[in-house]
């Protein structure tokens, strides 16, 4: 089966300032794609590229054997694009918005059902301007998916979004997902990332750094485990910077901090224990994808807000 979206040496330039600088990407039919990284990396100025907002200096995209630029306007039926916040007139009523915005394509999904999914029903007649951060940012959701397009673009899908009202957020892209929707999410957010993505793209100064599955990513960046303990008495970092299973020591306080592959508690204890040094307040942790980025690219993502 051809890519659904296809992006080959994509470069975009703002005056002096490289925003993407070689980046190609293949996304699958069906798949729910994560575009993540730091503030800044060149998430939002790829993705625009991809919906043909903006021209690329050099590179080729297909986007559903279409081409972005010269076929906008096809492209716009099939394409289901996440509004950022702010973009709709404060007294515009949630239904008129839905209503409006299914008059755009030739076979609309059903909005009335997408603003049950969304938690948005008894919101139906509320004004735009009187819905919370959160009611927003779900009709922003529903607003992408009502052409009823075969791939949706989410930019910062749940950013402004409390806990609760992101998880359920999960489940419904995992529902339309299941519809057989393309999804392309882009986030800084590492716990979005590795809870829906299939296959993610790790984006850092413009380039792609790493294209793989969220367990492959922490696989690659070879640490399987954090290791936490107090020695019982002062120790040098070599005696587990030497060891094969080890990929990094660092000190927090009191505490040594080792991260190694899944072997690594094992190897560590046994060289404690030859020369006796009892692993004090001992915990061991998975590695996270925040881990896998940070180990790859020297960086650490804000988890926070934009
Ligand atoms: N219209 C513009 N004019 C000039 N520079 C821009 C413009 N848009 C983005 N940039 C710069 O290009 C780089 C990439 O920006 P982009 O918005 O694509 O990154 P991003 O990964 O989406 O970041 P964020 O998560 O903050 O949105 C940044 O350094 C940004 O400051």
């Known amino acids: 089966m051809p890519p659904v979206i296809e992006v080959r040496n994509l470069h975009k330039r703002y005056a002096d300032k490289v925003a993407v600088d070689d980046v190609s990407l293949t996304i699958q039919e069906g798949e729910i794609f994560g575009i993540l990284g730091p503030n800044g990396a060149g998430k939002t100025t790829t993705v625009e590229c991809v919906e043909g907002l903006r021209r690329p200096d050099r590179g080729e995209i297909r986007v559903l054997g279409l081409d972005p630029l010269r076929d906008q306007a096809e492209l716009t039926r099939r394409l289901g694009v996440q509004l950022q916040a702010g973009h709709l007139p404060e007294r515009i009523q949630v239904a008129e918005a839905l209503e409006l915005y299914s008059s755009f394509y030739p076979r609309p999904a059903d909005w009335r059902a997408l603003l049950d999914d969304l938690g948005l029903a008894d919101k139906a007649k509320t004004r735009y301007g009187k819905l919370s951060g959160g009611q927003k940012q779900r009709l922003s959701i529903a607003l992408a998916l009502v052409g009823g397009p075969r791939v949706a673009i989410l930019d910062e899908l749940t950013t402004g979004l409390d806990p609760q009202a992101r998880r359920d957020?999960?489940?419904?892209?995992?529902?339309?997902?299941?519809?057989?929707?393309?999804?392309?999410?882009?986030?800084?957010?590492?716990?979005?990332?590795?809870?829906?993505?299939?296959?993610?793209?790790?984006?850092?100064?413009?380039?792609?750094?790493?294209?793989?599955?969220?367990?492959?990513?922490?696989?690659?960046?070879?640490?399987?485990?954090?290791?936490?303990?107090?020695?019982s008495r002062p120790m040098d970092d070599s005696l587990l910077t030497s060891l094969p299973d080890v990929s990094g020591v660092t000190r927090q306080g009191d505490m040594v901090i080792v991260s190694g592959s899944d072997n690594a508690l094992n190897a560590v204890t046994t060289v404690l224990a030859r020369n006796q040094i009892v692993a004090e307040r001992l915990r061991v942790e998975q590695a996270s994808l925040e881990d896998a980025f940070v180990q790859l690219t020297g960086k650490r993502l804000e988890s926070g807000a934009r």
């Open 169 to 231: 957020t999960w489940d419904l892209i995992e529902g339309v997902r299941a519809r057989g929707v393309t999804i392309v999410l882009v986030t800084h957010f590492m716990e979005e990332a590795e809870r829906l993505c299939d296959r993610l793209a790790l984006i850092d100064a413009g380039r792609v750094v790493m294209v793989d599955t969220p367990a492959g990513l922490t696989e690659r960046a070879r640490i399987g485990q954090r290791i936490r303990f107090r020695p």
